[in-house]
């Protein structure tokens, strides 16, 4: 069964501050990994990284795959209070019918 | 152009009701796929459709949950005899053609409470 693990579960932070989030997976024959933002219902697409060592960036945010050690990192630095949301983190594996499997997500807390 | 909608966006019924939850995804795409999100976890995949078609049902959890995609748009997820414990936040998404490395698109879900 394919497993998605994430951490922290939960962060406080200061507006200014930078993150790094934690994704590690364990799926039969990956396909890539997503991550996405989740403020309050619908989960927004952030990134979708297929290949190792190959850095994802969008603004202050970016994202890198390890798919040697099975895991993934999202950085934001210079931290806002807009930024505070359900990070989420998924999997899909080649033959599964492109189903996502998400971890429990991070929720990411920005105080001013 | 107009992302993924979900109506309603809150339903509350009665234990033992029937309920209808409505998707429309993006315009064009040929996939789509329905999660259920319960409080504290992480989306759960439910059924993936691949036009109209139902190509991979075995997240649904058991019979009383059925979905329908009758013209490769539009899906409908059908919740018969409903238990306390189908409260959750139902999810929709939608992806260009389902085949390869594809971002799914989600709506912004319908909250079922079930009193």
């Known amino acids: 069964e394919d497993k998605v693990v994430q951490s922290p579960l939960s962060l406080v932070v200061h507006e200014g501050d930078t993150v790094t989030l934690n994704c590690s997976y364990e799926v039969t024959n990956f396909r890539s990994l997503l991550w996405y933002k989740q403020e309050k219902k619908a989960p927004t697409f952030l990134f979708m990284l297929t290949s190792s060592g190959i850095e994802k960036k969008s603004g202050r945010l970016s994202s890198i795959l390890d798919k040697k050690e099975l895991f993934s990192i999202l950085n934001i630095t210079a931290t806002q209070t807009g930024d505070s949301a359900v990070y989420l983190c998924?999997?899909?594996?080649?033959?599964?019918?492109?189903?996502?499997?998400f971890g429990k997500g991070t929720l990411l807390t920005v105080n001013p | 152009g107009a992302g993924v909608s979900q109506t309603p966006s809150n339903k509350v019924t009665e234990k033992g009701k029937y309920v209808e939850l409505r998707c429309d995804p993006i315009?064009?795409?040929?996939?789509l796929y329905w999660y259920r999100q319960s409080l504290g976890q992480g989306p759960e995949f439910l059924i993936y459709f691949q036009g109209t078609g139902a190509a991979d049902d075995s997240g649904l959890p058991n019979d009383r949950f059925f979905a329908v995609r009758p013209e490769g748009s539009v899906s409908t997820l059908k919740i018969q005899r409903t238990e306390r414990g189908d409260s959750a936040v139902y999810l929709c998404?939608?992806?260009?053609?389902?085949?390869?490395?594809?971002?799914?698109?989600f709506g912004p879900g319908t909250r079922l409470t079930v009193l």
């Open positions: 315009s064009g795409h040929t996939a």
């Open positions: 998404a939608s992806s260009l053609k389902g085949t390869g490395p594809d971002t799914q698109y």
């Open positions: 998924a999997v899909e594996a080649r033959g599964s019918n492109y189903k996502l499997t």
